[in-house]
Each structure stands twice: as structure tokens, then as C-alpha cells.
């Protein structure tokens, strides 16, 4: 299953609609926004996303602000946050529980704007980057690729520009 994966655009709707084209060129099964406007490409397609802190969307208990879901026996955490925030709403699953608990072994996020692959205590982090023009933390603008496969999953952070991977990983699932 190929999913594109986006976080933290921030109002760039022009991004979006060359990101969305592009991930449907690469025959994404799924597209995730992980929060901070997600809305910019919620009008075109049907995606799986949750609001990111600053959204009026976090503080709405109808909309979850994290959900776990299953990619090809991979349980997979999204979320905007790695971490709980002070802001959460008392039914949000804290990210530290569901991984104590090992409910994930990927986790989705966003919100500081880095790309990361990274693997820690058997639990695989994700974090796409930000698809801004300018960000003064000094990344590119960058997205992540991913393919779950039953026993493998593959992921490249891409710059957004050149469609180029930036670096990639490859896991074997235990």
C-alpha cells in the first residue's frame, strides 16, 4: 500500500494541488495530512487527516485529534504531536500510553517542521516536514513517501521542489 504522507502546510493550497497531483501520479492508495491546515486539501479529495494544535478543530470533541490505524499489519499512530500536549481534550489517546501499551509501532507526526526517520525502542517515527515556502527553522519544504508491505515498510523524505528523496529507510517488520 502507497501512502503520501503531509504535514504543516499552512495555507499553501498551491503546494497542495502539485503534491496531491504528484502523489496520484505515484498511485498513492492513501493521503495523510497530519494537522496544521489540513483544510488546504480537504476540499479536493478525500483524505485521512487530524487538526494540528492551532486549528479550531483541536478543541472540537467530534474531530480526533490522533487515531490509530492498520496499513498492512502495520498499527500506525497520526497525530500532529509525538508527545501530549497541555491542550489535548481529555478523550485524546496520549501518544506515551499507546506507546508504553505497544498499540503502534509507527508513529506519524508533525508540527516541528524537521523531516525525521527515525527508529527508537522498536517503534518507527515519522515526520514529513512542513510544505511552506519560507520556514525560518531553515528546512525545504519536504513530504515522505511510504510503502507498507506485510513484513516491510519503505519511506523516503522527498523535497518538495525536486521530488527528489532526501534520505530513505527501509524496516523489517518482526
Not at 503546494?15 to 495523510?32: H, P, R, S, Y
Not at 499512530?77 to 481529555?90: A, F, G
Request: net charge negative; hydrophobic share 40%; proline share 6%.
Amino acid at each position: 500500500m502507497k501512502v503520501g504522507l503531509l504535514s504543516d502546510s499552512h495555507g499553501s493550497t498551491q503546494f497542495v494541488d502539485e503534491l496531491v497531483a504528484w502523489f496520484n501520479k505515484q498511485g498513492c492508495d492513501k493521503i495523510i495530512h497530519l494537522g496544521d491546515d489540513w483544510e488546504d486539501v480537504a476540499k479536493w479529495i478525500e483524505i485521512i487527516k487530524i487538526p494540528g494544535l492551532f486549528s479550531n478543530l483541536y478543541s472540537d470533541p467530534k474531530v480526533p485529534n490522533r487515531l490509530i490505524f492498520e496499513f498492512e499489519g502495520w498499527n500506525t499512530l497520526l497525530t500532529h504531536t509525538k508527545e501530549t500536549q497541555e491542550n489535548d481534550l481529555p478523550t485524546d489517546l496520549k501518544p506515551e500510553e499507546v506507546i508504553k501499551n505497544k498499540e503502534a509501532n509507527v508513529i506519524l507526526y508533525g508540527h516541528t517542521h524537521i523531516p525525521a526517520i527515525e527508529k527508537k525502542d522498536g517503534i518507527i517515527y515519522i515526520n514529513p516536514g512542513h510544505l511552506k515556502p519560507m520556514d525560518k527553522k531553515g528546512y525545504p519544504p519536504t513530504f515522505a513517501m511510504m510503502e507498507f508491505k506485510q513484513a516491510a515498510l519503505g519511506v523516503k523524505i522527498i523535497d518538495f521542489k525536486t521530488k527528489t528523496p532526501l534520505f530513505s529507510k527501509f524496516f523489517v517488520q518482526k
